[in-house]
C-alpha cells in the first residue's frame, strides 16, 4: 500500500485547507483511514480517524475545526482544517489501520505533507 498526501502549503490564519491522501491499491475501501500531525519539535499527534463503514472520531482537540471524510470510489481520503492557527503548523500525514476495541492502530504511513499557517 501506498499513501501520497498532498494539499500543504503555506496559509494565512483564519484561511481554510484541505488536504488529501491518495491510496493505492484494492484494500482502502475495507480499511480505517486517520489523519496525524506532528508540530515541529512535538510528538506525531492523532487528529481523526473515519471507519470504512464511515464512523468518524476526532481526538477531543480536534472538534469543531476538523473535518475527515473519504471517497471510496477514488481511494482518497480528505482532512478539511477550518480557521488555521498558527499552532496548526505541522507536517500532517496520513495513515492506514484498524481499531482493536477503542484504540486506533496505525500501519501504513504516507509521507506527509506540511501546512505552515502565517501570515
Known amino acids: 500500500v501506498q499513501l501520497q498526501a498532498s494539499g500543504g502549503g503555506l496559509v494565512q490564519p483564519g484561511r481554510s485547507l484541505r488536504l488529501s491522501c491518495a491510496a493505492s491499491?484494492?484494500?482502502?475501501?475495507?480499511?480505517?483511514m486517520a489523519w496525524y500531525r506532528q508540530a515541529p519539535g512535538e510528538q506525531r499527534e492523532l487528529v481523526a480517524t473515519?471507519?470504512?463503514?464511515?464512523?468518524?472520531n476526532y481526538k477531543d482537540s480536534k472538534k469543531g475545526r476538523f473535518t475527515i471524510s473519504r471517497d471510496d470510489a477514488k481511494n482518497t481520503v480528505y482532512l478539511q482544517v477550518d480557521s488555521l492557527k498558527p499552532e496548526d503548523t505541522a507536517v500532517y500525514y496520513c495513515?492506514?489501520?484498524?481499531?482493536?476495541?477503542?484504540?486506533?492502530?496505525?500501519?501504513?504511513w504516507g509521507q506527509g505533507t506540511l501546512v505552515t499557517v502565517s501570515s
Open positions: 495513515n492506514m489501520g484498524g481499531y482493536i476495541g477503542n484504540y486506533y492502530y496505525p500501519s501504513h
Open positions: 491499491g484494492s484494500i482502502f475501501n475495507d480499511n480505517t
Open positions: 473515519i471507519t470504512s463503514a464511515g464512523n468518524i
